[in-house]
């Protein structure tokens, strides 16, 4: 779902509900991982609250408030969609550090609740010990409800006993049901400038849970247990066969008794060895030569004569095995056998992970790693000792990258080293930096602390389904943030440290993924920070199709305009057929207030939909919005095209300049589009790679656009060579797309169809209502032609 409903009015329908019910059920029902199994369960219940709530009531999806009698800011339960469950993400029973501490209250169990609980914190003692909490920061923020008792606290001994007893007077009437208090920790709160994916205990969980890999040990069995018996029964039969797998005359032959009786201990060490080894099945398959080997020994010790067919198969075999791999005990064959022995012989990755998670153990658990080296380091001969694991065994990639996801650092540093492989883990990361941001304007330490972590825990909070352009509660909702905003500093150096985070992470995003659009829970967090920089920096969220009913927010033709000043008269804009100085006039009509019913009062209100710029999309796609998704994609994908998706506003209004430069980011677009291109080839369904190429597309024809005339030319000259590194089809491909930029560039226009002679120039765009041309293999290559969306 879009992580920003509130620039959209979809509809609520049971029918959704419905479907992810039956879908949870199903794999409840089917599926072959127990955990998983209870996992579907607990959703099932879930999505039986979503549809019993909306029948009776009791949930108005669609509202900022879906649950009734709870305000806006109460941290609903969410599931998939958006959908309130209609119970509070800080309900349930009580956990057991609350326990812990009405224990240590001294509350006894018949008046134990979460009420008895509050009202405790509220007394001297209980006040003493959160501020022990504010002073060493040790405790952790989950939720943000978890916030509220530290934030009294802080009101009280800061003086500012009025604005703690109206926060009391607010959320009082649901303490009984939410959890106001933070949790205990070991360790400090983190600094949030350093980040991690995931914390230490979270790798060593990770580690400790992994079992053994079916198909390496079905290897090693095969290298230990079924080669070398395979070796000894080859060796039997060359006793009597000669290496061609022809009868040899000059020896014993099958009818030795000698022979009978060693083969026929063979075959007993075969069921022997197949009862307690059942990994590898290749030995069981009638067609392999062991198996054939296997049947004519069982013939040969029983005394029966070996037919025409199996004498034919067993000479085959000898003869196949010797010529791959020699003789058993010649010198090729028993250096790959030695070769083989040592592979087998190198410690399971299992193992492995569990003598890392043993490593991690002994770290604060809580939080990130600084330093992963030691982790990873070879086995020392103390920990061989005392896991049998041969002394100096490398730690494999797949263990190293658990821990490195453990990794504390820098972003960029993070970025570097590939732990954040993709923008939208980036995004996942950033509310940790926007956090400390943040808290920065507040003056006292603790309640920066404190604020950080409120911040962190509320961008934890899932996005809601939202009707009516409503919006996405905004942390300043909160009560207890609301109660210390007077705390905050917000001057010039408040506004400029956003305005270097803005920055700074702008140009990290842009530069680490330059062929792919903002994430949305990303462009949530820049605009936190455009908000506190006070830039006048439009950023607009990529919609969701399937629930778009036509209409914009006015952010969005204000976002067209800054690409308009940044634009107008550049390749982009004559890509795309766009007239930015009638945009910009439209923006500016759009951006006025408009006039209050009430003629007295001073006081205008703004628009909150967009109806002109609206109407300009539409026309662009040549669509209308409506219940069809592909139709509803080409509208929304022209507002990305006016808007540029938030590239204009990064450099026109934040002032980005990626270190590489904007040619070094085209030719990556250029090379993620030709890598996407290439993985639709083999699809059923590329429709969404093809639509994540054309976007690639679009971020490479605005990164020329931002070219010297002398570089830009250079460059798109030298597309077609780039092109030619990947598949011969996929050049194939793009050759219209290519033609249709050299013909902007040395400037020609496409037709209303968005093509050009003929047809063998085009724009290329993602979304569409009819087949798209880029998915049809061109004639003359080998791939497969397919029609149709």
């Known amino acids: 779902m879009d992580a920003h409903a509130d620039q959209q009015p979809p509809t609520a329908s049971t029918a959704y509900a419905r479907a992810e019910l039956a879908r949870a059920f199903t794999t409840a029902l089917g599926h072959r991982d127990p955990d998983t199994r209870a996992r579907a369960e607990t959703r099932v219940e879930r999505w039986r609250s979503v549809l019993s709530g909306m029948a009776d009531g009791r949930l108005r999806i669609g509202s900022r408030t879906p649950v009734a009698g709870l305000p806006a800011w109460v941290t609903p339960e969410v599931v998939r969609g958006g959908f309130a469950t209609g119970e509070p993400a800080a309900g349930g029973p009580l956990l057991p550090y609350e326990r812990e501490a009405a224990r240590r209250a001294g509350i006894p169990d018949d008046r134990l609740d979460r009420l008895a609980l509050f009202d405790h914190h509220l007394t001297e003692p209980g006040l003493t010990e959160l501020w022990e909490l504010l002073d060493t920061g040790r405790y952790q923020v989950a939720l943000p409800e978890e916030a509220v008792l530290p934030t009294v606290a802080w009101l009280v001994r800061a003086g500012e006993v009025a604005a703690a007893l109206a926060l009391v007077e607010e959320v009082r009437p649901y303490a009984d049901r939410l959890r106001f208090l933070p949790r205990p920790s070991e360790t400090p709160v983190p600094d949030a400038r350093a980040v991690h994916r995931i914390t230490a205990d979270d790798a060593g969980t990770a580690l400790s849970g992994r079992g053994p890999n079916d198909r390496i040990e079905a290897q090693r069995e095969s290298l230990t247990v079924w080669q070398p018996f395979t070796d000894e029964l080859l060796a039997h039969w060359l006793r009597v066969r000669k290496p061609d797998g022809t009868a040899r005359t000059d020896g014993p032959t099958i009818e030795d008794p000698a022979w009978r009786e060693h083969g026929a201990a063979l075959l007993r060490r075969y069921r022997d060895l197949a009862e307690q080894h059942t990994r590898c099945t290749k030995h069981r398959r009638?067609?392999?030569?062991?198996?054939?080997?296997?049947?004519?020994?069982?013939?040969?010790?029983?005394?029966?004569?070996?037919?025409?067919?199996r004498a034919g198969l067993l000479r085959h075999a000898i003869a196949s095995m010797v010529r791959k791999r020699g003789v058993p005990g010649s010198a090729g064959h028993t250096a790959l056998r030695a070769a083989q022995a040592r592979q087998a012989a190198l410690p399971a990755h299992h193992r492995l992970a569990r003598l890392v998670a043993a490593r991690l153990s002994v770290l604060p658990?809580?939080?990130?790693?600084?330093?992963?080296?030691?982790?990873?380091?070879?086995?020392?001969?103390?920990?061989?000792?005392?896991?049998?694991?041969?002394?100096g065994a490398e730690i494999p990639p797949a263990v190293r990258a658990t821990v490195d996801s453990a990794l504390s650092a820098p972003l960029a540093v993070l970025v570097d080293r590939r732990v954040v492989p993709s923008a939208e883990v980036l995004a996942e990361l950033v509310p940790q930096l926007v956090a400390a941001t943040t808290a920065e304007a507040y003056r006292d330490e603790s309640l920066r602390t404190l604020m950080a972590a409120a911040y962190r825990a509320f961008r934890s909070r899932r996005s809601l389904l939202l009707l009516n352009l409503e919006r996405q509660v905004r942390m300043d909702e909160l009560p207890w943030v609301r109660a210390v905003a007077g705390q905050r500093g917000d001057g010039d150096a408040t506004r400029e440290a956003a305005r270097a985070a803005l920055r700074e992470l702008a140009e990290l995003a842009v530069t680490a993924f330059p062929a792919t659009i903002l994430p949305n829970p990303l462009v949530r967090e820049l605009s936190v920070l455009a908000r506190q920089s006070a830039l006048g920096a439009p950023l607009t969220e990529e919609l969701a199709a399937d629930i778009f009913?036509?209409?914009?927010?006015?952010k969005f033709p204000a976002a067209a305009a800054v690409a308009g000043e940044l634009l107008q008269g550049t390749l982009y804009e004559r890509y795309y057929g766009i007239d930015y100085a009638a945009v910009r006039d439209?923006?500016?009509?759009?951006?006025?207030?408009?006039?209050?019913?009430?003629?007295?009062?001073?006081?205008?209100?703004?628009?909150?939909?967009?109806?002109?710029?609206?109407?300009?999309?539409?026309?662009?796609?040549?669509s209308t919005p409506s219940t069809s998704v592909a139709a509803n994609g080409t509208v929304i994908e022209q507002a990305q095209i006016l808007t540029t998706h938030n590239l204009a506003t990064l450099v026109a209004r934040v002032g980005i300049a990626p270190e590489p430069g904007f040619d070094a980011l085209a030719e990556r677009c250029f090379d993620e589009v030709c890598r996407l291109v290439s993985r639709a080839r083999g699809m059923d369904r590329p429709l969404a790679t093809l639509k994540d190429a054309a976007y690639a597309w679009r971020q490479l024809v605005f990164h020329l656009s931002l070219c010297t005339d002398t570089r830009q030319a250079a460059l798109i000259a030298a597309l077609p060579e780039r092109a030619a590194r990947h598949p011969a089809e996929v050049a194939a491909r793009l050759t219209p797309a290519l033609a249709g930029l050299r013909l902007v560039a040395a400037g020609g226009t496409f037709g209303p169809d968005g093509t050009a002679d003929d047809g063998r120039a085009r724009r290329l765009l993602g979304w569409t209502t009819a087949p798209h041309w880029l998915r049809d293999a061109p004639k003359g290559t080998d791939g497969p032609h397919r029609t149709g969306s």
């Open 286 to 309: 009638p067609r392999e030569n062991p198996a054939l080997l296997r049947a004519a020994l069982e013939e040969a010790v029983a005394g029966r004569p070996l037919d025409a067919r």
């Open 586 to 622: 439209l923006a500016a009509v759009e951006a006025a207030p408009a006039p209050s019913p009430d003629r007295d009062a001073r006081r205008s209100r703004r628009p909150r939909t967009a109806p002109a710029f609206a109407r300009l999309c539409a026309e662009r796609s040549g």
């Open 549 to 554: 009913m036509g209409e914009f927010s006015p």
């Open 365 to 391: 658990q809580g939080s990130g790693i600084p330093d992963t080296a030691p982790l990873v380091a070879p086995v020392t001969e103390a920990e061989a000792a005392s896991t049998g694991l041969p002394a």
